[in-house]
């Protein structure tokens, strides 16, 4: 995790102290402050409104096809964010779908409203998973105690409910702010400019690294303000029940006269977030024949799957020990080592990769291009994708349960695989879920660490949308889109039997 701090600090370090000044106090860097943060914000607030009621729809009321929500809900995970902003795009202008199809011609989305909307349809997933694991691990007895001593509905979701999904909202706000810092490839279409487009402009065009590197630095400055935040507002709080006896079980909520409005919700959801890019990749199908691309299609696949599956076994397996450390061993160490974590996904991604071809080109050359590196890119990148949901489920594993497996003889290590990791399975198919389709669909780490000629799903979309043949690039993203929702889905199918 530091070593793309390291990588960040000798580059800027090459400027001289007569340009540090023109470097930080650029009106300039002013101007991408402003847009960062309001996009930021805008992002983390319009998650929160879809993803919230979502989670507790399909947790904690009779809405039918729940398994199916569920699925929809986790879906925009599989689709990039690139792929969703040309979708976008592609509804607009003179020359757009709505113009072909229907003669309509509407202006196409840009700037600050069209940024937003494109990470928000993709983003969304995260805080739902999030508050979904943990609403399906709160005791149903703390309510019911709630109700018991006189409140209505209302408090009892804000004096009991809300309180425990702290931690699953935290996590996932503190991703999705990360993510909208560091993305590319949806704000450079909307052309909206913040500090991840300009680092990649400086970057990708050779005009001043060592401005890169500051602006790399600053960014990184402004994504540890919300992780510091996120460790602050959980500082001491408790979330595991301390009473005894046998958790309750989740009562639905019969949702009557709003099950309509609350499946219109979800419609509309889910029309603009899994139904306009599965639209337009149709009508870019349907432009050209898909077959011819069918054996280069499935080797790309293979290449992007070799990588990201080890990734996210590997994230999930480092993920486990650094969140047990952190909530069962509190301490300036455990929570500096967890805020460790989130250094690799602050970072842009291009300068991750950038960082990791110094190391390998300095100290490590036989891992420079190798799929070794390209890996523990990714491992660096999402590590902090897979801690938010294990986290989350153990501030709910009661200690207790340990304590007794101990009593009776057990070794530590076998106490816990015996008592908490049942209690983390959720949090840990989360986890592996987000890292392997994020890993599928990244592309500026695989685009400068992969071996030559391993040329991944994402980087074979990327290049022809670069080059405006969307029609060539549409069997790339359909097969990104479709082979994550089939491994999402069956993590979803397993977890249900489970339950």
């Known amino acids: 995790m530091l070593l793309p701090l390291a990588y960040l600090v000798i580059r800027a370090a090459e400027a001289d102290p007569e340009q540090l000044a023109s470097l930080i106090f650029r009106t300039r860097n002013l101007v991408l402050l402003r847009n960062t943060v309001l996009l930021t914000i805008g992002v983390v607030a319009a998650t929160t409104v879809v993803a919230v009621p979502l989670a507790w729809l399909v947790v904690r009321t009779d809405i039918p096809a729940r398994r199916a929500i569920t699925l929809l809900s986790v879906l925009p995970l599989s689709v990039p964010g690139y792929v969703m902003a040309f979708a976008l795009l592609g509804l607009g202008g003179n020359y757009g779908f709505m113009a072909r199809v229907f003669n309509i011609s509407i202006p196409r989305p840009s700037g600050y409203w069209g940024a937003l909307v494109a990470l928000s349809l993709y983003c969304f997933p995260y805080v739902f998973l999030n508050v979904r694991a943990s609403l399906s691990g709160l005791d149903a007895s703390l309510e019911e105690s709630a109700r018991s001593m006189g409140h209505g509905p209302a408090r009892v979701v804000l004096r009991v409910i809300l309180p425990h999904l702290r931690p699953a909202l935290f996590a996932g706000w503190l991703i999705v702010a990360i993510y909208v810092l560091g993305d590319f490839g949806a704000i450079a279409l909307m052309r909206y400019e913040v500090f991840s487009y300009a680092i990649y402009s400086q970057y990708a065009g050779a005009f001043d690294r060592v401005y890169a590197a500051w602006l790399s630095l600053m960014l990184l400055a402004l994504a ?15 979330f595991a029940r301390t009473g005894t006896g046998v958790a309750r079980r989740i009562r639905r909520t019969a949702l009557g006269v709003w099950r309509l409005p609350a499946l219109l919700f979800a419609a509309l959801a889910f029309a603009a977030s899994i139904g306009l890019p599965f639209g337009m990749l149709g009508y870019w199908l349907s432009l050209s024949s898909p077959w011819a691309e069918l054996p280069r299609v499935g080797r790309a696949f293979l290449f992007s799957a070799g990588a990201a599956a080890p990734a996210a076994l590997a994230a999930v397996f480092i993920a486990v020990p650094l969140a047990y450390l952190r909530v069962r061993y509190p301490s300036a160490l455990s929570r500096a080592t967890e805020r460790i974590v989130y250094v690799g996904y602050a970072l842009p991604p291009l300068a991750l990769a950038l960082a990791m071809v110094f190391f390998s080109l300095r100290a490590a050359r036989p891992l420079y291009q190798s799929l070794p590196l390209l890996v523990a890119a990714y491992v660096i990148s999402f590590l902090a994708l897979a801690t938010g949901p294990i986290r989350a489920a153990l501030l709910q594993a009661p200690r207790r349960l340990e304590e007794a497996a101990r009593s009776l003889g057990l070794s ?6 015996r008592t908490v990791v049942p209690l983390l399975r959720r949090g840990m198919l989360a986890s592996m879920v987000l890292v392997f389709v994020i890993a599928m669909k990244e592309l500026p780490i695989t685009f400068l660490l992969a071996p030559t ?19 060539e690039a549409a069997p790339y993203a359909a097969a990104i889109v479709l082979f994550s929702s ?13 339950e």
């Open 453 to 471: 000629g391993y040329t991944t799903l994402s980087v074979a979309v990327f290049s022809r949308t670069s080059e405006a043949l969307l029609a």
């Open 412 to 417: 530590p290590l076998a106490a816990f695989t």
């Open 224 to 238: 540890l303000i919300p992780v510091v935040m996120e460790g602050r507002l959980l500082a001491r709080a408790r």
């Open 486 to 498: 089939l491994f999402v889905g069956l993590l979803l199918r397993y977890e249900g039997r489970g």
